[in-house]
């Protein structure tokens, strides 16, 4: 069954001029990173192929120009035309989308989505904590959309969350009821740049064992990281190390205890990364 | 009292034994794991084995207790070598003692089975031709289906019960 799944290609929206902010959404900085960065490196811990969505007449600017772009090709306005480019760009995938401003969202919170995706429905898509409606944005939209969303457009529907309430999404209730919160203000803004401050890339203690030890070069070290899971750490550790075990073939333990890809991190933590065992 | 444990020298499997007797068992079985000179056609000259302890006890542990909840054994111990073996040498030694035989070869075999799949234990082998590979993680990097799929490395010996 699995092997049927369409692939999960990541689109990131940031195509909309915030009259709001009164500036150039894409560009607002946490932590030193505009929040396109962010999400898209974010995205990137989750999925392979990312991509940003960007109008036409935005194809040559610096800040978007140096990522994989989709350019909207499809008619209309705002998150739908993006969505049905991205759909159309490539018709046998389905797309996690995200719009880039949501400063709070975590591997954590990607990583349930992506793991609660039901490929009959047309998308799997959070609620919003505020209101219970579906939030188009932070979604996995399947292949069988792109038809639905042509549909809806050519009757005159342009909301992409108006869509997914008339066709019935896979809707999951997020874990953080902040993970989704959007910032649209100078005020959210300034709100969401201090939460983000005080929680501090952390230390964690690492330890290697075996073959993870040899192609590490160290048998320990204590490391920052602003990664907030086991999953989203180990990612990080093979794009320095260039580990060859696949995170399927690991368990990891977390303060000598096997533990789950998507437990929280804590500052002080010990992380060990278990290779497949061979005892005897 | 803890049933798992790891050695750097030679298993005393005599001094082990002394820890299963007891005046209500009627038997006691052991496996001994000794390090062969073959795999896979290449021909094994030592084994390094390295375990991740902290949590290998409390895993070892955990499977023994298991055993003995399952089986009505009396007693139940494993000891693991760590560092650098070579051919010949016992690497793992589990030893059972209950009141019938059954329950002791059963609880035994339960015992070693679980150990190799579950406890963070590894080994390198070292072929005569020079090289070298940590045993279910390098050949198998691109099928990770096949991870406890590897041929055994050791001849299997059981000790039989005393007659009763």
């Keep these: 069954m699995s092997e049927f799944l369409p692939p999960v290609y990541a689109l990131i929206l940031a195509g909309g001029l915030s009259r709001r902010m009164n500036r150039d959404k894409a560009g607002l900085k946490y932590q030193g990173k505009t929040q396109l960065d962010r999400a898209f490196e974010l995205a990137s811990r989750h ?71 039901d ?19 932070c979604a996995v939209w399947e292949p069988a959309a ?80 602003s990664a907030s899971t086991p999953a989203g750490l180990y990612e990080e550790l093979v794009a320095r190390y260039g580990f060859t075990l696949s995170r399927d073939q690991l368990k990891v333990a977390v303060n000598s205890e096997f533990s789950d890809w998507s437990r929280k991190l804590n500052v002080g933590d010990a992380v060990v990364f278990i290779p497949p065992v061979a005892g005897g | 009292m803890t049933h798992f444990r790891f050695t750097e020298s030679a298993i005393d499997t005599q001094s082990a034994r002394r820890e299963l007797q007891t005046s209500s068992a009627g038997g ?30 409390k895993e070892g542990d955990r499977i023994v207790a298991e055993a003995m909840r399952r089986f009505p054994v009396k007693h139940a111990l494993c000891i693991h070598r760590v560092g650098s073996l070579s051919v010949g040498e016992m690497a793992v030694w589990v030893g059972v003692s209950s009141a019938h ?8 075999r339960f015992i070693i089975d679980e150990v190799k799949h579950r406890v963070p234990i590894w080994k ?6 020079g090289d070298s ?16 799929a590897h041929a055994e490395h050791h001849h299997d010996r059981v000790a039989l019960p005393n007659s009763k």
């Design chain 2, 133 to 148: 590979g940590w045993v279910n993680c390098e050949r198998c990097a691109a099928a990770p289906q096949h991870e406890h």
């Design chain 2, 124 to 129: 390198k082998e070292h072929y005569r031709s």
């Design chain 1, 119 to 137: 490929a009959t429905a047309l998308a799997t898509a959070y609620t919003s904590a505020h209101d219970g409606l579906p939030e188009p944005l």
């Design chain 2, 28 to 57: 006691y079985v052991s496996f001994e794991g000794w390090v062969r000179d073959l795999n896979e056609g290449q021909e094994v000259t030592r084994l390094e084995y390295e375990a991740f302890q902290e949590l290998a006890v």
């Design chain 2, 101 to 108: 035989r059954g329950e002791a070869f059963d609880a035994c």
């Design chain 1, 146 to 225: 792109a038809a639905a969303l042509a549909d809806y457009q050519a009757g005159g529907g342009q909301c992409p969350r108006k869509f997914l309430i008339r066709h019935g999404a896979r809707l999951l209730e997020p874990q953080d009821t902040r993970a989704l919160d959007n910032v649209n203000t100078p005020e959210e803004y300034r709100q969401a740049v201090a939460t983000l401050d005080s929680v501090a890339p952390m230390q964690l203690k690492i330890q290697y064992y075996a073959l993870m030890r040899e192609q590490a070069g160290r048998s320990e070290e204590m490391l920052e990281t």
């Design chain 1, 47 to 117: 999925v392979r192929n990312v991509f940003v969505s960007v109008r036409a007449d935005q194809a040559l600017d610096p800040a978007r120009a140096q990522r994989p772009m989709i350019v909207d090709s499809a008619a209309g306005e705002g998150p739908i035309a993006g969505i049905r480019s991205a759909l159309a760009a490539h018709p046998k995938v389905a797309w996690l989308v995200l719009a880039c401003d949501l400063p709070y969202l975590s591997d954590a919170a990607l990583d349930f989505l992506l793991r609660r995706r």
